[in-house]
């Protein structure tokens, strides 16, 4: 399993950036974690095949995770005609991304196949095995924990700090974790963590690779170095292996 950034910033972080979308690439396709505004350029700059994509599953819906979506769809509409663009998430996420497909005429027949999945379930999906676990943010949000082809992975999405995120990660070989300022106060406050957060969610469920991302407005820094730990802060196309 390989793991590719597609973009991997905030809303309020440089617009080129492209919000968040990550990739977890096997031998046969790939599914998409997130679909923020630059997913869908980014899918061909990076040499992944549209046409390959098995799912996308959305975390909640903040612009930055979930606005490329309607794009991704028409455009596998014209380039994938016989493929229908499957979307996962927690019930009330689906229920959202129904809405968002109406308000913006994104057809939703053969096109898209919207499945609702249930939190602290696992759920296989296309030989996928997901869990859900709800985060605490501004508004509802799930943690990620994805398994595929004998690999683990566990994504926070956005999230103070929580239990949620120890749960998820617990046995997998890699954390992607948000980190959007160093201001413990403030980022707890508005359902956000700090690099440090992190770092203490990695040493609690025993991982040994840390991604780091979803920057604000100033960049990601490390707060000190931890010999046990493998710490990443991914740029656009940038690849790991898990």
């Known amino acids: 399993m390989r793991i590719v950034f597609l973009a991997c910033s905030s809303w309020v972080s440089n617009p080129y950036l492209g919000g968040v979308s990550i990739a ?9 974690l997130d679909c923020g505004p630059k997913a869908p350029e980014r899918i061909a700059l990076c040499g992944l095949d549209p046409c ?8 909640h819906m903040h612009g930055d995770h979930v606005l490329g979506l309607p794009t991704l769809i028409m455009w596998r509409r014209f380039r994938c005609p016989s493929k229908t663009t499957v979307v996962v998430g927690a019930k009330p996420v689906i229920d959202s991304v129904r809405k968002l497909l109406e308000l913006v005429g994104c057809p939703q027949h053969r096109e898209v196949e919207l ?24 508004i509802y949000s799930t943690v990620v924990r994805l398994c595929v082809e004998g690999s683990c992975i566990a994504y926070s999405s956005d999230t103070a700090p929580c239990s949620a995120i120890a749960e998820a990660s617990r046995g997998c070989s890699v954390l992607i974790h948000e980190a959007s300022g160093t201001d413990p106060e403030l980022m707890h406050r508005i359902g956000h963590s700090t690099p440090l957060d992190a770092i203490e969610a990695a040493a609690a469920s025993g991982v040994k690779r840390l991604v780091l991302m979803h920057p604000g407005l100033e960049p990601i820094s490390v707060p000190m170095r931890f010999s046990d730990l493998t710490i990443v802060v991914p740029h656009a196309c940038y690849e790991i292996s898990s």
């Open 52 to 59: 390959s994509l098995d799912f996308v599953l959305v975390t």
């Open 115 to 138: 499945v609702p999945i249930s939190v602290g379930e696992e759920t296989e999906i296309m030989g996928y095995r997901l869990t859900l676990f709800e985060a605490r943010h501004s």
């Open 24 to 32: 977890i690439v096997r031998d046969s396709g790939f599914a998409l």
